[in-house]
């Protein structure tokens, strides 16, 4: 695997070996003496509070559609929310 294929991880034992980047915030075996190494690169902590301030919002919002204008509104609103929260969480 080439660097640019993923990342070069070194265990304390010395060994240094590649991972693919979907590992990225996860742990591997190292090949060498196959101890778990933890791999850096995962999301940071702002990521997941963004995430939750969205989910919040997209919570109220649905409450709001839903008094204002019934279960449609309120479905419609959940959906694209939801849609929205999806497809942030995907592309990071």
Not at 3 to 31: H, K, M, T, W, Y
Not at 40 to 50: N, R, S, W
Not at 67 to 72: L, N, Q, V
């Amino acid at each position: 695997m080439s660097a640019a294929d993923g990342d070069e991880v070194a265990c304390p034992c010395g060994q240094v070996f590649d991972v693919p980047r979907s590992l990225r915030g996860g742990i591997a075996n190292c090949p060498q003496c196959r101890q778990a190494v933890k791999i850096g690169g995962g999301h940071d902590p702002l990521f997941y509070a963004l995430v939750g301030a969205g989910v919040l919002a997209v919570l109220i919002a649905t409450a709001i559609a839903g008094w204002a204008g019934g279960f449609t509104a309120a479905a419609i609103t959940f959906v694209v929310g939801a849609g929205i929260l999806g497809l942030m969480a995907v592309l990071s």
